[in-house]
Nanobody, 120 residues
């Protein structure tokens, strides 16, 4: 019922900046949280940042102070502003949305992912 479309990935040099966008469409009225995950080759999927409808924000320690998650409710879009990028930030970044389902559990939706490569 929810479709997520990501944009903004690419190749940047260490120390550079990039902003990812994720637009949600479909039956979006029950979404209560959105976030960004990342997965590097051979690594577990990692929660990078999340934001809830009541404004609660969380970051993984490795990006705190460098990344900023934000939302535009009118556009049903979340952003991830990434500054001071490091080679270890290289990964596929995936947008996530959580929707409360009819049986009292959260339904998780995922975008297809966008590649970020940080290299000189």
């Amino acid at each position: 019922q929810v479709h997520l479309v990501e944009s903004g990935g690419g190749l940047v040099q260490p120390g550079g900046s990039l902003r990812l966008s994720c637009a949600a469409s479909g039956s979006i009225f029950d979404i209560y949280a959105m976030g960004w995950y990342r997965q590097a080759p051979g690594q577990q999927r990692e929660l990078v940042a999340s934001i809830t409808n009541d404004g609660s924000i969380n970051y993984v320690d490795s990006v705190r102070g460098r990344f900023t998650i934000s939302r535009d409710n009118a556009k049903n879009t979340v952003y991830l502003q990434m500054n001071s990028l490091k080679p270890e930030d290289t990964a596929v970044y995936l947008c996530n949305a959580d929707q409360m389902g009819p049986l009292g559990y959260a339904i998780n939706y995922w975008g297809k992912g966008t590649q970020l490569t940080v290299s000189s």
